[in-house]
């Protein structure tokens, strides 16, 4: 008698951790089922802004592209400031957008090279350490910059195995490229 209550005593305890152990897998994909959809969730979001700041940021262009003939003669670092070109550069140059900046503390006015639109500058008390510039191309509508440290420049908005705008040449004449972004 005492062992046919063991026995069912031992069943009952082992359906019992059978349950737990089925409900705590149950409970771990749910978690991971979870996890996943606010990953994915998180994910569509970040793409679905980039979209958007993309979108903008082509519209934007669309529209100052055509502006910036009459901003030939200001002041470089005042254009890059002023209205959606904050935007514009700050899309185009990413991280390294404060940098730009600072590299364009003494900027000189906006000049035409050909039919490109070139500004640069330097950082203020010491061209030696850091220059910047742009270009703005209204034939292609599209806008470029770089940014040069200790002897290294680097170009933004060149694609891949292009060459950059000839107006960058005025600006260094023919340097050698660090890289493009």
């Not at 908005?157 to 050698?176: C, L, M, R």
Request: charged residues 25%; aromatic residues 12%; contains cysteine.
């Amino acid at each position: 008698m005492i062992v046919a209550k063991a026995k069912a005593l031992a069943k009952i305890i082992l359906k019992g951790i059978a349950i737990l152990l089925a409900l705590l897998i149950l409970l771990y994909a749910g978690f991971k089922f979870w996890e996943y959809q606010t990953i994915e969730g998180k994910r569509a979001e970040k793409t679905a802004f980039l979209n958007q700041q993309k979108t903008k940021f082509e519209d934007f262009i669309r529209d100052e592209v055509s502006y910036a003939p009459l901003m030939v003669g200001t002041s470089s670092l005042e254009y890059v400031q002023r209205g959606n070109r904050d935007f514009i550069f700050s899309y185009l140059l990413a991280a390294d957008y404060k940098a730009f900046q600072n590299a364009m503390e003494d900027s000189v006015p906006m000049i035409y090279v050909g039919k490109q639109i070139l500004g640069s500058g330097c950082k203020k008390q010491a061209c030696s350490e850091a220059e910047a510039a742009f270009v703005i191309d209204p034939d292609s509508g599209k806008y470029y910059a770089a940014l040069s440290q200790d002897g290294k420049t680097v170009y933004y908005g060149v694609e891949d195995g292009k060459s950059t705008p000839a107006a960058f040449e005025k600006w260094h004449g023919n340097q050698t490229s660090g890289g493009a972004k």
